[in-house]
């Protein structure tokens, strides 16, 4: 099993930062994928980012030079910077980790952009 605590959402104003972070404990398994999920009221849940063990990285094209997403091995957290938010990433952020064919899954922490 695998244990995801996620930090670090909030309100802030359009065009402002706000960093997510989340640790994964448990059986954490050397070769993994993290990544950050989001879902706003009506709408399925998206992916936003994720990132390899190895560093390589995938972007939703809405989020493209504007998050960036990062991650401690050693620690086995992942993080996710936002910059020049937009309203229409308010949302409810999900911390994703995938190991041997498995998702795990955090509480999800609140986004919310105002304009």
């Known amino acids: 099993q695998v244990q995801l605590v996620e930090s670090g959402g909030g309100l802030v104003q359009a065009g402002g930062s706000l960093r997510l972070s989340c640790a994964a404990s448990?059986?954490?398994?050397?070769?993994?994928?993290m990544g950050w999920y989001r879902q706003a009221p009506g709408k399925q849940r998206e992916l936003v980012a994720a990132?390899?063990?190895?560093?390589?990285?995938t972007y939703a094209d809405s989020v493209k030079g504007r998050f960036t997403i990062s991650r401690e091995n050693a620690r086995n957290v992942v993080y996710l910077q936002m910059n020049v938010l937009k309203p229409d990433d308010t949302a409810v952020y999900y911390c994703?980790?995938?190991?041997?064919?498995?998702?795990?899954w955090g509480q999800g922490t609140q986004v919310t952009v105002s304009s």
């Open positions: 994703n980790h995938n190991q041997l064919r498995r998702n795990y």
């Open positions: 990132i390899t063990t190895g560093g390589t990285t």
């Open positions: 448990g059986s954490i398994f050397s070769i993994n994928v």
